[in-house]
């Protein structure tokens, strides 16, 4: 292992730099800097030489031009046990860097901003930095390549171990990490390219919403017990958003498994649907009780009636942050995971002899797009964030809905949504009564909702999330006891449907927007 003696550092984000260059000048190490990161270690006390003394060549062009340079590059790149090399590096007096810690222009940030434009968006594309990056991860035998603020204390540990060097099992860690971040980053640039017009404006036309080539870049989060079974193994990847069940903090319990995470996904994007404050609960991804409250303790018990048997074990998701009252109330239950927005200190002191189980803190998001994979490729589509407006309800049968049925109808659909296909969900306002989950018909989807109930039907409202193919759902949901039921409407039967609703005396309205969930 050789001593690192010259390191260049060039960043655009700052965070942890000032005392990482501190820890390698108390090593010895020569520090070579550019434009605001040279002027932050000079503010800093670091001594630092500028670019420009090391090339003999200005910064130019806006700082375009300044680090791409045969004194940079040829210091880089060039291999220490090839004599050639050092030859050659010698005749022209480049001297060696065998530290590089980079990283990247703000792209993707800048990208996303309401209204960029194309000019900003074009000068925030890095060029000098992931040719360094490249230079150094490439001859990473020799050169150690840092792009990520997060590896600078173990990195500075391992140099004071070791008399400032680094392993080569390091450098070659560290090269790996490099390449897939010039790797992100061209994805990045050239998905959001794709986006952009010949007039430098942002251009997503309706049949040009999803990209040509598909670029997805992540980072293994974790590595999971296994799979949905034993037999499989899991691992977890994040976006690096810092947003979504990905990037959740689990505050404490048992390490999440494949299966809690799947449906912490769902419990998690149910309660994102509302509003107001609601409770899910959720058992293989459906639920199995839903409920609103004025306070979330309210939710949650309300939730729980609906099916307190299948609650047992299940996970539960909230849209907000759990107090002392829900977690006294929730902590009577055996659960496997809570999801919410945050938990107050009362409620994680009660949760604190529930040793395995997992709270979650979720960074509040929606999924944009729903992936699914299938041999040979993969199927990509927009998240279903619907959210049914007054004017899309359309009254068909003689007797309107009351006012009472109508808010139990319009929570049953925001329920209904999230339940495996074919679904039929009973409720009342604010609480689900009964679920027919993932049913091969509709009309047994009628039938497992109603058997399921643990609550009475009676003066229950039903919600489907595709049309009844025949008139024999609505005959089991009135028979069932429910007054009034809200779908999509578009069969071809429709009309014996609507007759059927009116000679039970079924109010019925139609929303045209169908909700499938395979």
């Not at 000019?119 to 390549?145: C, H, T, Y």
């Not at 009351?402 to 109808?409: C, F, M, Q, V, Y």
């Not at 059927?500 to 395979?518: P, Q, S, W």
Request: glycine content about 8%; some cysteine.
């Amino acid at each position: 292992m050789s001593k690192i003696q010259r390191a260049i550092l060039s960043v655009t984000d700052k965070s942890g730099l000032t005392d990482f260059a501190r820890k390698l000048a108390g090593m010895g190490v020569e520090l070579v800097s550019t434009g605001g990161t040279a002027k932050l270690l000079r503010d800093s006390g670091i001594a630092v030489k500028d670019i420009s003394e090391l090339t003999g060549f200005p910064e130019m062009l806006d700082g375009r031009v300044k680090t791409l340079h045969p004194k940079v590059h040829g210091g880089i790149l060039h291999r220490r046990q090839d004599s050639a090399h050092r030859s050659a590096v010698a005749e022209h007096d480049i001297p060696a860097i065998d530290m590089v810690v980079v990283n990247l222009y703000a792209f993707e940030k800048t990208a996303a901003k309401p209204g960029v434009h194309f000019e900003e968006l074009i000068e925030n594309i890095d060029i000098g930095g992931p040719s360094m990056i490249r230079s150094a991860a490439k001859n990473f035998q020799d050169v150690a390549v840092v792009t990520a603020p997060a590896d600078y204390e173990s990195i500075a540990d391992e140099m004071a171990r070791n008399a400032g060097a680094l392993s080569s099992e390091t450098k070659w860690r560290l090269a790996q990490k490099a390449f897939a971040t010039t790797a992100a980053y061209d994805s990045a640039i050239a998905s959001t390219l794709e986006r952009v017009g010949v007039n430098g404006h942002f251009e997503l036309h309706a049949a040009e919403v999803f990209p040509k080539t598909l670029r997805m870049s992540f980072q293994k989060t974790m590595d999971l017990r296994y799979g949905e079974n034993p037999h499989q193994k899991a691992a977890m990847y994040s976006d690096g958003s810092g947003v979504g069940v990905a990037n959740a903090r689990q505050l404490q319990g048992k390490e999440l498994s494949y299966n809690n995470i799947v449906d912490l996904q769902a419990a998690w994007d149910l309660a994102q649907d509302f509003d107001e404050t609601v409770c899910a609960i959720i058992k293989h991804t459906n639920p199995c009780g839903v409920a609103t409250g004025k306070i979330l303790a309210e939710a949650y018990v309300r939730a729980l009636e609906c099916d307190p048997v299948s609650a047992f074990g299940g996970v539960i998701g909230v849209n907000r942050p759990v107090d002392a009252a829900a977690a006294a109330e929730m902590s009577k239950l055996f659960l496997e995971v809570i999801a919410a927005p945050a938990f107050d200190s009362a409620a994680k002191e009660i949760f604190a002899s529930k040793k395995n189980l997992r709270l979650v803190e979720v960074p509040a998001s929606r999924q944009n797009w729903v992936l699914k994979n299938i041999s040979g490729g993969m199927l990509v589509q927009d998240a279903d964030l619907h959210r049914l407006s007054d004017a899309e309800l359309k009254v068909v049968t003689k007797r309107p809905p009351t006012p009472e049925e109508k808010r139990a109808l319009l929570f049953a659909w925001k329920v209904c949504k999230h339940v495996k296909s074919n679904a039929i969900l009973y409720a009342r306002d604010g609480q689900t009564v009964g679920v027919g989950a993932g049913q091969m018909s509709r009309v047994d989807a009628c039938k497992v909702g109603a058997m399921k109930a643990q609550l009475p039907l009676k003066g229950t409202v039903a919600a489907s999330d595709a049309f009844f193919p025949f008139p024999d759902g609505v005959e089991e949901i009135a028979k069932a006891g429910a007054t009034a039921i809200i779908q999509p409407g578009g069969s071809v039967r429709d009309q014996e449907v609507i007759e059927a609703a009116d000679r039970l005396g079924v109010a019925m309205i139609f929303t045209g927007v169908r909700h499938f969930r395979h």
